[in-house]
């Protein structure tokens, strides 16, 4: 459809996909060397940034590969739960994803014997086909960073700093995926098209004392009953720091934007001071 076609070629120029002529930019000819999602993609280039490319391979490889938990059978959905809860990471559910991978790998073998994933999977209700699949997702896309010579850093997951460029990296590609909990109660307003969306059960935050109040979700899924996937808490102020300035002018007005508008605001003096220095 005409209007999906616009939507398509307007969100590439806000990824910086695009030149003024409408045709792939630099940056763009790079994205489209990977078979992912353009905002995939460019979270995939921003990690080469932020020094995070290990633990983007792997968040990259979960959310491309169908989702690793399986549907609990009648009657085991706690233990199921519980099971899950080991995983869970207070940075959000991309940062488990990335336990969840780790973890596999580690059962799939030992420097002395082979694992058994298959036996590991079925005791945490997850899946193996879709765990192996995200491991040759993973070093495709690993392939792919070589062969056109992208810089791929260390892996240092779990330190702080780490965490952080790891909401940078993500925030760059995903900053129209943002929402934000208007009442406290897990209702997420989307600040692009204005929808409400719940949290989906598989999420980290799901049935949790503590829902942040504003996050970044890879998907939102309708059929699943108005549902964010795979979401992880950022704060608006890095928001505010990193989402393009013509992206931002064309949200529709809401308490959302106001508030960001306002962080904008305080950040301009800083930025100002910081090309100044430079």
């Not at 590969?65 to 809860?85: K, V, Y």
């Not at 009953?225 to 809401?254: D, H, K, T, W």
Request: glycine content about 4%.
């Amino acid at each position: 459809a005409p209007e999906s076609l616009m939507q398509a070629l307007e969100d590439l120029d806000y990824l910086a996909a695009l030149d003024n002529n409408g045709n792939l930019s630099e940056f763009g000819i790079i994205m489209s060397e990977f078979p992912l999602d353009p905002q995939l993609s460019k979270s995939l280039l921003a990690s080469c940034e932020f020094e995070c490319v290990d633990e983007m391979l792997t968040i990259a490889a979960m959310v491309t590969a169908p989702s690793c938990f399986l549907q609990a059978p009648p009657g085991t959905e706690e233990i199921a739960r519980s099971r899950w809860r080991r995983f869970c990471h207070p940075a959000g559910d991309h940062c488990t994803l990335i336990n969840i991978f780790n973890t596999f790998r580690a059962a799939s073998a030992t420097p002395t014997q082979p694992g058994n994933p298959e036996k590991w999977c079925r005791d945490y209700f997850l899946s193996c086909s879709a765990l192996s699949m995200a491991e040759m997702i993973r070093a495709e896309l690993l392939q792919i960073m070589k062969h056109i010579e992208l810089p791929i850093s260390e892996p240092d997951f779990g330190s702080e700093e780490n965490l952080l460029n790891i909401k940078k990296a993500l925030l760059s590609g995903y900053f129209m995926h943002i929402a934000r909990d208007v009442d406290g109660s897990g209702n997420y307003l989307m600040l692009t098209h204005k929808q409400v969306a719940q949290l989906h059960p598989f999420s980290s935050y799901y049935n949790t004392r503590r829902i942040p109040e504003w996050v970044l979700f890879h998907e939102f899924s309708i059929s699943e009953g108005n549902s964010i996937r795979v979401v992880s808490e950022i704060s608006p102020q890095l928001f505010a720091e990193l989402v393009p300035q013509y992206y931002f002018s064309n949200l529709p007005p809401s308490e959302s934007k106001d508030i960001l508008q306002e962080m904008i605001n305080h950040l301009a003096p800083v930025s100002a001071t910081k090309e100044e220095q430079k």
